[in-house]
């Protein structure tokens, strides 16, 4: 294997690596037994790329399965019954987050994604009622299709972006929504957040190399202007760099940031520590 991504669908190995490292610590924040097999002989790979941007990586990918598993149990004691993860890649929440067969889990990703999963955990029993669905969601024609499948079927559901977002167009994403919103059942959208503060960075061709064969390309002006535009409430918003320090994990942040921010204070920081984490989203009535 080179020492870049090759395509955006080696990114879920990537990210189930991360989870695989972090469930070993003797302090870890969660527990993901299944990352490790579902990454396979791909570790060594991995574990090669060191850079300034898998260090960040790295923390993102913990921050965000902590705040992706609490949103999804929190929507689940509100009555949510159906979660549509979009992109799903290879994450485990069916097996590890006690759900509850009264839940559906549908998971969507390239054919060749869903084959590799189904195979790596066929002795292993979900914590949920679990369907996977092999589709090149970029086919919007059968996407389409298959949310008004799907909305017939559930009155309630909650659709899920992980890691996707960024590697959309504008038009890509405001497809993906105007697609959703079409029907009803999809009461909420859990997805990314970047600041606009943050894009400097990402679009630096040297920081995301060894993004350069799938780049960001989700790039709005306005972030949250954007899905409001679209029929979305902000329903709920959780940043890095706070949930960091609620949990005691220490940020990638340069130490003399916390050198800056007791001499400014917080409110100068605040901008800062919201400049990347996830939304939930709820439509508009």
């Given at each position: 294997m080179t020492s870049s991504i090759q395509h955006v669908s080696d990114t879920s190995a990537w990210v189930a690596y991360y989870r695989a490292l972090e469930s070993k610590r003797p302090d870890a924040l969660f527990q993901d037994t299944y990352a490790e097999s579902l990454v396979g002989n791909r570790a060594s790979h991995f574990a090669r790329l060191k850079s300034n941007t898998t260090k960040w990586t790295q923390w993102t990918v913990i921050m965000r399965t902590l705040i992706i598993d609490q949103m999804i149990l929190d929507l689940k004691e509100k009555g949510c019954q159906a979660v549509l993860n979009l992109g799903a890649g290879l994450d485990s929440r069916p097996y590890r987050l006690n759900l509850g067969s009264d839940v559906q889990w549908i998971e969507v990703d390239y054919p060749h994604v869903i084959d590799y999963k189904t195979k790596i955990l066929q002795n292993e029993i979900p914590r949920c009622s679990l369907e996977r669905i092999g589709l090149d969601l970029s086919d919007r024609s059968r996407r389409q299709a298959l949310f008004s499948e799907i909305a017939q079927k559930h009155s309630q559901i909650v659709v899920l972006t992980e890691g996707v977002l960024?590697?959309?167009?504008?038009?890509?994403?405001?497809?993906?929504?105007?697609?959703?919103?079409?029907?009803?059942?999809?009461?909420?959208?859990?997805?990314?957040?970047?600041?606009?503060?943050?894009?400097?960075?990402?679009?630096?061709?040297?920081?995301?190399?060894?993004?350069?064969?799938?780049?960001?390309?989700?790039?709005?002006?306005?972030?949250?202007?954007?899905?409001?535009?679209?029929?979305?409430?902000?329903?709920?918003?959780?940043?890095?760099?706070?949930?960091?320090?609620?949990?005691?994990?220490?940020?990638?942040?340069?130490?003399?940031?916390?050198?800056?921010?007791?001499?400014?204070?917080?409110?100068?920081?605040?901008?800062?520590?919201?400049?990347?984490?996830?939304?939930?989203?709820?439509?508009?009535?």
């Amino acid at each position: 294997m080179t020492s870049s991504i090759q395509h955006v669908s080696d990114t879920s190995a990537w990210v189930a690596y991360y989870r695989a490292l972090e469930s070993k610590r003797p302090d870890a924040l969660f527990q993901d037994t299944y990352a490790e097999s579902l990454v396979g002989n791909r570790a060594s790979h991995f574990a090669r790329l060191k850079s300034n941007t898998t260090k960040w990586t790295q923390w993102t990918v913990i921050m965000r399965t902590l705040i992706i598993d609490q949103m999804i149990l929190d929507l689940k004691e509100k009555g949510c019954q159906a979660v549509l993860n979009l992109g799903a890649g290879l994450d485990s929440r069916p097996y590890r987050l006690n759900l509850g067969s009264d839940v559906q889990w549908i998971e969507v990703d390239y054919p060749h994604v869903i084959d590799y999963k189904t195979k790596i955990l066929q002795n292993e029993i979900p914590r949920c009622s679990l369907e996977r669905i092999g589709l090149d969601l970029s086919d919007r024609s059968r996407r389409q299709a298959l949310f008004s499948e799907i909305a017939q079927k559930h009155s309630q559901i909650v659709v899920l972006t992980e890691g996707v977002l960024p590697y959309l167009s504008v038009d890509q994403v405001s497809e993906l929504s105007e697609d959703l919103m079409i029907h009803p059942s999809f009461q909420y959208w859990i997805g990314e957040y970047i600041s606009p503060q943050s894009y400097r960075y990402l679009k630096n061709p040297k920081r995301m190399r060894l993004l350069q064969n799938a780049p960001f390309q989700f790039y709005p002006e306005d972030w949250i202007g954007f899905f409001q535009s679209r029929g979305w409430n902000l329903k709920r918003e959780e940043y890095y760099t706070e949930t960091s320090e609620k949990v005691g994990r220490r940020s990638p942040m340069p130490f003399f940031f916390k050198i800056l921010e007791l001499i400014k204070g917080s409110e100068w920081a605040k901008s800062y520590k919201q400049m990347s984490g996830y939304l939930l989203w709820s439509r508009r009535p």
